[in-house]
T-cell receptor
Framework: NAGVMQNPRHLVRRRGQEARLRCSPM?????VYWYRQLPEEGLKFMVY????????ESGMPKERFSAEFPKEGPSILRIQQVVRGDSAAYFC?????????????FGAGTRLSVL | QQQVKQSPQSLIVQKGGISIINCAYE??????FPWYQQFPGKGPALLIA?????SEKKEGRFTISFNKSAKQFSLHIMDSQPGDSATYFC????????????FGTGTSLTVIP
């Protein structure tokens, strides 16, 4: 029973390129959350998705960032035209329950470095 | 604006001692308070959680104390062990939409033998 799988584990991009981060939730989980963690800081909520729907994107920057969770396949966090300030660890979590009141299982994260 | 304030930022405890980490929140719409443990290079893992209608919850060596009127909650690790050395995050769930998830800034715990 695989846990939450994130790939790649490390991603290096130059300024202006696009970054695509993937998250496969645990089997049977239909709710996905994305978080960003900057050095010496806690995790910041970005977006909450259910299959084919964005439930809450109040933590997402208005520009350059988007997320999707298609009916088939992993959830994708997409960052267009990356800047150095986007360098961070991005974590995905999944839950079988709406609202996150149940247990959220986290992946190991994708560490994005923007040169 | 930090929705959940956590202290201390770092903590060093002798093996066998008690580790205490504190968190405070403002938004009374939060209704679920988990604690997560994170080892370097790994994602956070749920440790223990509490709802505001309970003042204390204990699981093994880990205890959450919850003070609803003060809007504070704390994690106590009894008989701390070197294997407990990790970063601990408190969190609060709920908020205006009912499904937002806010983390504290983390406490780096080091348990020395």
């Amino acid at each position: 029973n695989a846990g939450v799988m994130q790939n790649p584990r490390h991603l290096v991009r130059r300024r202006g390129q696009e970054a695509r981060l993937r998250c496969s939730p645990m089997k049977g989980h239909s709710h996905v959350y994305w978080y960003r963690q900057l050095p010496e800081e806690g995790l910041k909520f970005m977006v909450y998705l259910q299959k084919e729907n964005i439930i809450d994107e109040s933590g997402m920057p208005k520009e350059r960032f988007s997320a999707e969770f298609p009916k088939e396949g992993p959830s994708i966090l997409r960052i267009q035209q990356v800047v150095r300030g986007d360098s961070a660890a991005y974590f995905c979590a999944s839950s079988p329950e709406r609202g996150g009141r149940g247990i959220q299982y986290f992946g190991a994260g994708t560490r994005l470095s923007v040169l | 604006q930090q929705q959940v304030k956590q202290s201390p930022q770092s903590l060093i405890v002798q093996k066998g001692g008690i580790s205490i980490i504190n968190c405070a929140y403002e938004n009374t719409a939060f209704d679920y308070f988990p604690w997560y443990q994170q080892f370097p290079g790994k994602g956070p893992a749920l440790l223990i959680a509490i709802r505001p209608d309970v003042s204390e919850k204990k699981e093994g060596r880990f205890t959450i104390s919850f003070n609803k009127s003060a809007k504070q909650f704390s994690l106590h690790i009894m008989d701390s062990q070197p294997g407990d050395s990790a970063t601990y995050f408190c969190a609060a769930i709920g908020g205006s939409t009912g499904n937002q998830f806010y983390f504290g800034t983390g406490t780096s715990l080091t348990v020395i033998p």
